[in-house]
């Protein structure tokens, strides 16, 4: 195999993915109107699981640059490609009925859905400042016409209309970053920019601005305290379908983006972006988990619990070890799949002409569908991180290595915090269980099978996966090892 062709197999899985999304947009323009959006629909599905087979079938405990360095092939880059996949495939299965009802379930939908995709592996693959930002803005406008796909929603365009505004502010902050970046070190590929600031002085008030600047652009797109003003917004106002998506997908490429810019690109900088992100984690968390509490409408609720939950995330990136990185990249990904199932039950719930988004919708569910509330509880005692679930054991891997590395005042904090914010998962399950259902909402709920089964698969894995925790663990060690290698 020559070397073109080597490059070419490195990337196949974008080509095709990317390829796969044109096509199916193409294909909108010929097929039956009748059946156009149902094929598309099935197509994307087929796309995301073949591009996850093709990551897998191209894995290589090697790490490959490429592309005159746009591109890095390595052992991370494709365990989250893979994640990035199958979760999106499980919310897509989610959102058709929610779609149907709404007369959004188009193929332009689920193209865009794919091209979102696109972008978040090309910045998974990242080696360089151009394709890392290139997947980046790939990712964000996708999102922004997804949450704008329902044009008879004006709170849905109003949120479109935000997000994209603050996208916007926080792209200019973090390519300012990057220019300052670019200036100092006359480079913009990662592993070049890493060697080089090594020869700097850090106490240059350019680099510590453009650090600055990175890390703000950094929380903006994450979503914590105190850049986090869109996200319930966002979140109550776009569709479900895309909250779903958005709330769960998207925060895997953003660790990759955190690991490949600020570990891989500024990891001799970690005292100075430390700090910052100390701060960061913990209001994200503390303010996150207390605001949760005053809610009322569920999407806004789990809004703020993802603002939590980032900053938990965030807390393993700051201890600057490798324990840290792998702890953070197992949490995002069990993150990722608690977050997408959540969405999941309002999506299944939710019926024409009712978006079922208020925590009182939920009261006496076990006695309308004694399944999904089964679901729903086992779900809520993970993302509460109760044992014996998977959600347990990423905090618990989280705040050890705060421990190893000896910040044991932010590891305490950590513990104390999340107890606080077990109080409105706790809630949920209450409503579920012990409350009557509120006028309006008593009759049985029936759920679509397909959406059924991945939901039921997507909880039960939660409890499932213990006996293999510790092999899950072991994965993300082994590719957090071989980063930058």
Known sequence: MNLVSLKTAMALPEIFLAAMASLILILGLFLKESSRDKACYWLS?????ATALLVLN???SNSVI???????SDPMGALLKIAVCLISTTVFTYTRQY???????KSEYYVLGLFSVTGMMV????SHLLSLYLGLELMSLCLYAMIAFYRDDKLAVESAMKYFVLGALASSILLYGMSLIYGLTGSLELSVISSTLSTIDQGNLALALAVVFVVVSLAFKLGVVPFHMWVPDVYQGAPTSTTAFMGSVPKIAAFAIIMRLLVGGLGELHDMWQQMLIILAILSVGIGNIIAIAQDNLKRMLAYSTISHMGFFLFGILSGAETGYSASLLYVIVYAAMSAASFGVILCLASEGNEFDKLSDLAGLSKRNPGLAFLLLVLMLSMSGIPPTAGFFAKLSVIQALVDAQLLWVAVTAVILAVIGAFYYLRIIKLAYFDDPVEG???PVTVRTDSKAA???????MVAILPWIGSLIDICNDVISNFGS
């Open 123 to 126: 910045m998974i693959s990242a």
């Open 441 to 443: 909402h008593s009759a």
């Open 455 to 461: 939901l039921t698969v997507n909880v039960l894995l």
């Open 58 to 60: 191209g894995f290589s």
């Open 45 to 49: 599905l087929f796309t995301l699981v």
């Open 66 to 72: 490429a592309f005159n360095g746009l591109f890095i």
């Open 99 to 105: 779609n149907q009802d709404r007369d959004i379930f």
